[in-house]
Each structure stands twice: as structure tokens, then as C-alpha cells.
């Protein structure tokens, strides 16, 4: 009876569902799939908050203000910037295999389900959250001397131009599958963008990083790095917990739909996260200084979760406790690298991480991947990796530059140094004394 | 095709869900649904940790402790308060359309389904935390003066009187749908609650702003305002950003189904959130005063959220995308409004966000949604919306002052002058010399 | 009856499944029950940043960060640990009913369903996050001058024989239905762990907090206490509110179904949780010392939920409400039976909370349980409740104090005098005068 009367509401709903699709779509879509993969954009989200919190920990009392301000900017260029045109570019009718373009995609006109077996909107909300991600990983690159507006500008054309372009190539195949999408013919491989988004927002971020230059007081006359304060490690260390639970859907819903690869490839994003913590705290406290410890082992479990993204879904449990191994190590030699070799002044070590981590992830595919799953021969496999990596760093690198010329030409990059060492004086956030309306108004 | 694969499975589903409700409903419910509607008041839950989080930030260093004390309050408050009767008095059978009553629905002793298609438990569940954000817009209009215990009374009060009985009004015919609900009736349209939960709160917190008066310092002589220093911008931004996170399922879940619906109006959220983050800031930017950015960004951003939640379930992307751009300017307007004209002491901007954007988004159900959507001609429709702004405005204005008046008879409202200006010394935060036992017991 | 439902319902699911999951696993999984314990086990993770944050609040500014790095750092033990060898002890086939042993289950080498209708990597996930529940407890109670190293020790050892072992016996038939379990299959309730989870990490928490002994200045020359200021009470109610949310999952979830069970178990939750804050804070305010005010609210409502976690499933809501507020007040009482009598220097309260909380909830099943949802006649199942707490704390305690001391013998526990009052000089946050290389060298 019971049973009756559950089939009978079941029944009795559908026409619910169908009739109020009528005005947004008439499109199918399969539930579970549906429900997964709207989660995982909801802790993709959750990942700018991640980000935030642990951008602003790391930079000094004084610019906690701005950075933070940063960080709710670029999600706002990611939004608008891909809801108007990005998202068309990156996944629309491929024009020669060089870019997309399709105008019902621009401006949310008729976002349509494509060849998902998702609502076209809910996978527009999951792409949306992967652009926001890269996008703020520039953020922290540049933050403490950056101003908001040239930095939202920055923000707005990445997320119209260089990620849909990069993305395009990577994963234009996606929402059709029969869409040219080069890089991915050639058979790349970069499962939930280990190169796609945290290696490109890598490169944005270091050109940013050198063309602003580093910040007052980093180094000293020989060149040496100094100490600068950081405002609240506790407080990044949760943003590194929220990040953590957000890759939960970065990677596990990057296979849009809900079926039993989802499950390991969460695993998997956990084993390395964890294991890289371990071998970049044990590897800093046993063989480097020990002052950069809290950096390290936090640098340390985000890089393990970079590398792990690419190639999650290919590898065993015990290979993602290998390569979050090495993530870890990876990731602090990484890190004295950029500040004691290169002398960059990265305040939240955001090159070590989404730079080497997303590089080292993308070889890992070769590496570690099971031959089964890939799409070449292993070594074939690992020259591809590498071509598709090449490719993006060098275009992105490129536009970069470009970009950035720009906007320093036609509006400036970077703050004065009075506002510099005061913190951006934006808001009432200093001291009295400090608050001064003319220099206010002079604010990038 | 597909629609019979998802009927079949549907039905094939449910055997599973019946043994185990044997002992606590033999009710059938959607499975679908139920999920997404829990995981929405799961986001609207964390809309708490969200207003915490932004309130909190925005207060002085010496009053975080007593204005998250208060949030948490209020919680127990909403919940214990909409627990006992105030969801029977919203949702219960209507007397005359005028307040709901059923002895069933009090302390939880059979929350059935009613008409719903999910369980009586996960509606009230996803009411509860409704509720709970009505009642926590007052502790952030009214903080930094207002004792811990007055304004719980004051809390309790709301969430089992003012706010079920307009709620009753507006959305009383959700839980049974023929029941009374005058305003809803009538044709009032108000989708996830831009009246019923914002512009009420913010009515709420109006009245006990006045009724318990600026924050020393915060006027100087002439009336004009002073600068208070925030105590972390950047805290207050993760806020917006839990916030925003929240309101996915604050809008998203008011289908109380899983139906194509349910995508469009999360995208709409997110349009209008950004694009009113965008024209906050830029409008503070180029034409008011820089003191304020980083509130106004973060109160323009809210602003669009609110805004949207009455009416994304009737407007287009692009429609969303104006409302958003409207309601930045509305609210920074708004915001100088209240603190240069009206000289109330807003130390969160509750009300232009929730009151100001409130009333907007109700007007733009009538303004941007598509005819065929709306109830009423469209001029009617904002006739009828107007309607229903006056109609809880008058009422709980009317309701709160009372509720105020006596509170402040019997018990008091506000703090005494020395523990708003040391904070109130509520637990071993402040230096131990300010801490005084007997100054501790006329807390209030 | 019901393994065919679900085997034929898996079978119509899995085309979709199959596809993929040919490399990882045939087994068939029931769709909704995965998402929910999915969810779940993202909402039980969100609550080590719940922990987090509450810990980092209550200790003082210096400990911040080796607080937060504790508890970083406990998360990668418990899932190191559970993942090498910690699961299959717990849940492999069982040894006599002491240990489970199954090698398969051993560095997620093949975690098949065993007798679950969920996938055995989603139980994996959900597990994991409760283990590292119990670790991160011992870190609050231990805080202020406990090495991270030594700690780090304490948490692995803690995941891999401790936890896995007293869970084994009362939970080790969850995997496999008809495994030797002696406490469960005596008869013995705790449904999400009241026990298992909390009153476990609560007695290597206090057998930690006696061998690392007082922090400094914590008790004057007659043993009276001191007060030490907290470093930010209101970013420890975000973490109050962060972990009631996890709690919809720590307890929802333990079903691993997705019934109607699981509705009435988060209402339970809910109001228990809201009851305890309600009674603890004014049970504080008017009858105890104000001082504490704050702590005794967030402590109460923690408590609260502690204690319902046993008992969720059994109780009704009106019950739900008496178990809270009585928590609340045991809550109170214990805090300063441990502080005052006992003399324990406990930072973040832990003992209260987790320890009198756990076993209070343990008991309560007895107490509160509607019968016919017992295993055994009331008085008998109380009888049965004492002996599995009183089976935990024997157990706990005597190998907690062979742990540690064993740590303690050939590492120590305990940071130096300096190090401790300049707080453990770990990374760079501390003002540079106090910056001392050698110093930090001996930083264990």
C-alpha cells in the first residue's frame, strides 16, 4: 500500500518538474548527477572563502583589508566576467579549434544542457567557481602593493580572455564532445585543472609579481630576504581547511556526474593532501629553517592537493601517497627557490604551490597514471603533458605581460609607498591619525 | 526516454526509504527533493556562521565578543522559540487568516508532511533557519550598546509572535495549500523572503536602534558622523562570503523541490550578488566618499542578494544582472541616507542591506518578471506588493515598538556607559585590570 | 527481501556507473544513501575547522598558531593513520573480537562495500572524519605547551591502536553485520559516538593534560586559578557554529542511509544543541561566576550536542529538550569541578564538554530511550551503557598513560619555559626582538 501510494506521488510529480521547466528548459537532466555536481560547485565556492582567509592570515595586520577586498573583487570579475562572455568562449562552437563562440552562452541567454547529462546552468555554475579559483590564486601573488582597481581589471580580462582561451584548448570538449579542442585531441590529460587553473593562475601571478615588484622592506640592500610579519597563521590554517573540503568538490565533481569513480578520486584528493602536509612540515623541521615552518606545512598540504587534481582519477590510493610525498618536499624546495634564488617576493607562496604543484601534478598523469586509464603510452602520454604545460605557460605568460604593460601604462599598478607601508587606506580600518582624505582619494 | 528512465527509477527507489520510517513516519517523501532541500537549510544554517562572521568584524575590537554572543543567542532563540510554537503559529491551520494554530506542530510532537513532497521535519528544518536569519539582521543593527539578555527576550518575542504571524500571512498556504494567507491571497509575491525575512529583520532593527540609541562617540556635538574603527575589515568580508555561499540555498531551496527551477534561480543569485558588489564599489569609488568602500562593497554585494531573493524565480539572467547594478547604488545610497539624514547608528548597515533592498527586491518582482510568471497584470502585481511592503512595515514596526517599550520597562535595554566603552565585560577578554566583578553583575 | 530491492535497483543504476567504474570497483551502490553519507562526511570535515577555530579563540594571542597547526597536523595523523592501518583494525574481519585484521582494507588497497549499500570508500570517508574527531580533541585539551612534534606522535599512535581498537568493539559490526563486536553485541548503544568518538578523545585528552601538567601562570601559589585571557571569544563562536553544522552530518549521517530516521535525528540535534546553550548561559548568569560567561554558552551548546549524539536516534524531541537542558548545566558544574577542584589546567574546556558530555549522552539512551527501541529492557541497557563507558575509560586512560609517557620518556611532551610564554616560536608571527634561531631549534 505504502509502496503503492510512494510510486503514485513519484509519478504524480514528474509533470511538477516538466512544467515549471517550460519556461527555462525543456531538457532532462539526470538527478543524481544533477544534485552532485551543484554540491561540488557549493564547495568550489566555498574555496574563495578558503582562499581569503588564508591570503589575508598571511599578509601583514595592514593589508588585510585590501587583500581581503581583492579576493571579493575577482570573484565578482569571474562571475560577471564569464557569465557575459567567458564561459562562450571557453566551451561554445569551437571556431578552428582556437576559440569558442556561441551568443546563446553569452549572458546566460539559453544556457543548454550541451552533451551533459547535467542542466547546462549547473555546469556554468561548476565552470564559474573554476574560474573564480584561478583568478584569486593572483591575488595573494600580488598582494600588499597592488591596488583593487588595477587588480580587478586584471581579474576581469583573465577571466574573458587567457582562462577561457587556455581552457578552450584543455577542456573545449567538455559541453560538446565532438568540439575541436586541440590540446585535448592530442590526447592532454588534466582531469580537474592542475594546469588549467592553478598553473595558469601561476603565471598570471608571477608576471604580476615581477612587474609590480616586491614589496618595501622584503629584502634588504644585499638582496636578502627579511622577515615580514604574517597578521595570523591560525587564521590561514582554516583557510587551508576550508580549501581542503572544497577539493572534495573541485575534484570529485569534475566528473560530472555521480558514479563510483567520484569516490576514489575524493580518496585519493585526501591521501595527498595529507601525506604532502606530513613530508613538507617533516622535511622543513628535520632539513631547512625552521621559521618558515607554519608556511611550509600549509604550502605543503595545498601543494599535495594541486598535483593530486590532474590526476586523481587515474591513479591508485598508493600512488597519491607517493606523489603528495613528493608534493611536499616539492613544494618547500619551491619555496626557497622563488625567495632565496629568484629573490620574488610572493607573500603567500603561491608560485610553490599552484605553480610547481600544478606542474608536478600534470607529469603525474605519465607517472603514476594507470596505462588502462591513459589515453597514450606512458611516455608518449608524458610528452604531451609536457607540450600541454609549455603551451600554457608560454601563452599565458605572454598575454600576461601584455595585460599588465597595459594597465601599468594606462593606469598604474601599483600604490604609493605612503600607502604602501600604511596598509591601503581604504575604509576606516587605521588608526585616526593615519586617516587622511587627500591620500584616501589618491587609492588605486 | 529519459523521462521514463528517471520515472522508473524513481519508483524502483523507495522501497529502501519505507522500512527504515516505519517507526517514526509512515509518511512517503521525494527523495530528490528531501536531499536538496536539507542541503539548503544545511547553507542556511551556516548564514549564522555568515552574519557572525561579517557582524563581528564590523563592531569595535571591544565589542566582538558581546556581538557573537549575541549571535549565537539569537540562534538558540530562533530555534527553541520556532520549536515550541512558532512554527505551528506560521504554518498551523489558519484561524481567519489571522495566525496559525495546531497543537501538532508545537514542540515538535508530529511534524507531518502536510501537502509537501518532502518531510514536515526537513521543511521545518529549512523554516528554522529562516527564522533564525530574520532574528539575527537585529543583532547587527542594534549592537555595540544592547545588553546580552534584553535582546534575547527581544529575539525570542520575534521569532514566536512578529515574524509567524506575517510569515503566516505571506506564506502560510506552503506547508497546507488552501490555507488562509491573506497577503498571499491577494496575489502577494515575496519567492524566498525579501519581505518576510529581510525587510522584516530590518523593520525589527530599526525600531530597537532608535529605541536604544547611538553608540557614544558615534555623533559628534553637531550631530555629524564620527569615524569608529572596525576591528577586522577583512574578517567581515569572509562573512559576505559565507553569506553568499548561504544564500544558494536560501533562494535555491525555496522551491521546496529539485526541478529545473532550482538552476535558473541560483544563476540569478549570483548575477545580482556580483554585479551589485560591482556597482557599490565603483559607484562609491568615482562619486562618495572612500572612507566608506569597504562597507559599501561588501553591504552592495549583500544588497543584490537580498534584492534578488523575492523575485529570482520570475526574472531573466539579464534582468538579474540589472536588478544587481540598481541595488549597489540603492544601497550606498541608503547607507548615507541613514547615517548623514536620518543620524541612526547602523554599525553593521543592516538597514540599507535588508530594509533598503528589501523593499526593491519585492517591487522587482512587479518590475522585472516576466508576465507570464506574475499572478497579477503587472501593475497590479506592484500595486499588491506594495501592498505587502506597507502591510510589514506598519505591523512590525507597530509590534517591535511595543515589544521594545517593554523590555525596557521591565528589564532595560541598554548597557551602562562604562561597560559600552570598555565592551561588555562578558567573560576574561578584557585586561585584567579593567575587570571588575561588580561592574560584571550589572551586565545585562 | 530488502538486499534484492536494492541489488535490483543497483542493477537499473549502474549503466551510467559501469562505465566507469570497470578500474575501480563493480560493486553496486544505492544512490541517495551515498550522496547523504557523502554530504555527511563534508559536513563532519568541516568541523576540524570547526575545532580549529573554537581552539585558537580560547588560547592566548602567542598560542594561536601552534594551536592551529596542532590541529592541522592531527587531521594528517588521522588520515595517515586510518588510511595505512587504522580502518581495518577498526571494521576488517574481526580477531576474537579484539582487532580487526583484514589486509585488504589496508592502505585503501581494496575498500570493497562489505555488507553496506553505500561504497566502502564512502564509509572510509565518513570514518575518517570521525577518528579524526577523537584526535582533535586531545589537541584543545593539551594546548599552550605541548610540543607539535610530540603531539604529532600522540595523534598517529592515537589513529592507528587507541581509537581503532575501542571502536572495533563497539562499532566493528558495522562493515560486516555479522562481525564479532563483544560490546555491540552485548548490546551496547552509542550511535554516533558519544562514547566511541568523545569521551575517548576526552580521556587521552585528560591523561595528556596531567602528564604535560599546568600551563604557566594558569594557577597562583595556593593553586587558586588565574585568569588567562582568551585571544578572540568571538572567532570561537564561528567555531561553535561551524561545528553544530558539521553535527547535521555527524549525526545525520550515521545511519548510512538516507531515511526518515535521519530527519528526526537532526531536529534532535538541533534542539538538544540549542537547549544546552539556552540552559548553560543563564544557568551561568544567574547562579555562577559571570566571568566565565562566554565559555560556559559555547561549552554548553557543545555539550549539548555531544550528548545527543548517542541517543539521537531513539529519543523524541520533547526528550531532545530535556537532554539539553540538563547538559547545559552539567556542562557548567564540570567546568569548574575540572578547573577548581580538580585543578586541570583544560584551555578550550574540553574535559567538560567531550568527557561529562559523552558519558551523559551514553547514559540517556537508557534514560531517554523510547523502549521499543532498545536492545534491552530499560535497566538492563542502563546497566549495559555504564559498563561500555566505564570498558572506554579503562581502556583509554591506561594506554593514553602509556602512550605518553613513552613519548615523554624518549622525546618529552613539553616545550621549554621561554618558548612556552613567548609561544612556541614556530614560524615568523612573533615580533622580531624575540626571534631567536637557537632558541627555535629547540622547538620539539
Not at 11 to 33: C, G, K, M, R
Not at 209 to 216: F, Q
Not at 293 to 310: F, H, N, P
Request: net charge negative; glycine share 12%.
Amino acid at each position: 500500500m505504502l509502496y503503492f501510494t510512494v510510486t503514485t506521488i513519484s509519478i504524480l510529480f514528474l509533470p511538477t518538474t516538466l512544467l515549471a521547466s517550460e519556461t527555462v528548459s525543456t531538457q532532462a537532466f539526470n538527478i543524481p548527477d544533477t544534485l552532485w555536481v551543484l554540491l561540488c560547485a557549493i564547495l568550489v565556492f566555498l574555496m574563495q572563502a578558503g582562499f581569503k582567509t588564508l591570503e589575508t592570515g598571511l599578509v601583514q595586520e595592514e593589508h588585510r583589508s585590501s587583500v581581503g577586498s581583492k579576493n571579493l573583487m575577482d570573484l565578482v570579475a569571474g562571475v560577471l566576467g564569464f557569465f557575459l562572455v567567458g564561459f562562450g568562449f571557453m566551451f561554445g562552437t569551437s571556431k578552428y579549434g582556437i576559440i569558442g563562440f556561441e551568443p546563446d552562452l553569452f549572458v546566460g541567454q539559453n544556457l543548454h544542457n550541451g552533451d551533459l547529462t547535467i542542466p547546462g546552468i549547473v555546469f556554468f555554475l561548476f565552470q564559474l567557481v573554476f574560474a573564480g579559483t584561478a583568478l584569486t590564486i593572483v591575488s595573494g601573488a600580488m598582494s600588499g602593493r597592488t591596488g583593487v582597481v588595477p587588480y580587478f581589471i586584471g581579474s576581469l580580462v583573465t577571466a574573458v580572455i587567457i582562462y577561457p582561451l587556455f581552457g578552450h584548448w584543455a577542456w573545449g570538449n567538455l559541453f560538446y564532445n565532438n568540439n575541436m579542442a586541440w590540446l585535448a585531441n592530442m590526447g592532454f590529460m588534466d582531469f580537474a585543472g592542475s594546469t588549467v587553473v592553478h598553473t595558469l593562475g601561476a603565471c598570471v601571478g608571477i608576471v604580476g609579481m615581477i612587474m609590480v615588484g616586491p614589496r618595501i622592506g622584503r629584502f634588504d640592500h644585499e638582496g636578502k630576504p627579511k622577515s615580514m610579519k604574517a597578521s595570523d597563521y591560525s587564521y590561514s590554517i582554516l583557510g587551508v581547511m576550508l580549501l581542503w573540503i572544497g577539493w572534495w568538490g573541485f575534484n570529485g565533481g569534475s566528473t560530472l556526474t555521480f558514479t563510483a569513480d567520484v569516490f576514489e578520486i575524493i580518496l585519493n584528493t585526501n591521501i595527498a593532501g595529507a601525506s604532502a602536509c606530513f613530508s613538507a612540515f617533516f622535511y622543513c623541521y628535520f632539513f631547512q629553517d625552521r621559521g618558515d615552518l607554519i608556511e611550509k606545512m600549509m604550502g605543503g598540504a595545498l601543494t599535495g592537493l594541486v598535483a593530486i587534481t590532474a590526476c586523481c582519477n587515474v591513479v591508485s590510493p598508493l600512488s597519491s601517497l607517493i606523489i603528495g610525498l613528493l608534493s611536499g618536499v616539492i613544494h618547500n624546495v619551491g619555496y626557497d627557490l622563488i625567495l632565496k634564488v629568484f629573490k620574488l617576493d610572493d607573500p603567500v607562496g603561491a608560485i610553490p604551490v599552484h605553480g610547481f604543484g600544478g606542474i608536478f601534478g600534470t607529469l603525474c598523469v605519465a607517472l603514476f597514471g594507470k596505462q588502462e586509464l591513459l589515453v597514450l603510452p606512458r611516455w608518449e602520454q608524458l610528452l604531451i603533458q609536457m607540450i600541454g604545460i609549455e603551451v600554457c605557460v608560454t601563452f599565458t605568460v605572454i598575454l600576461s605581460i601584455v595585460m599588465f604593460k597595459l594597465i601599468k601604462m594606462f593606469y598604474g599598478l601599483r600604490v604609493s609607498p605612503e600607502q604602501e607601508i600604511k596598509g591601503m587606506l581604504m575604509g576606516r580600518s587605521m588608526p585616526e591619525e593615519y586617516y587622511d582624505v587627500e591620500e584616501e582619494m589618491k587609492v588605486r
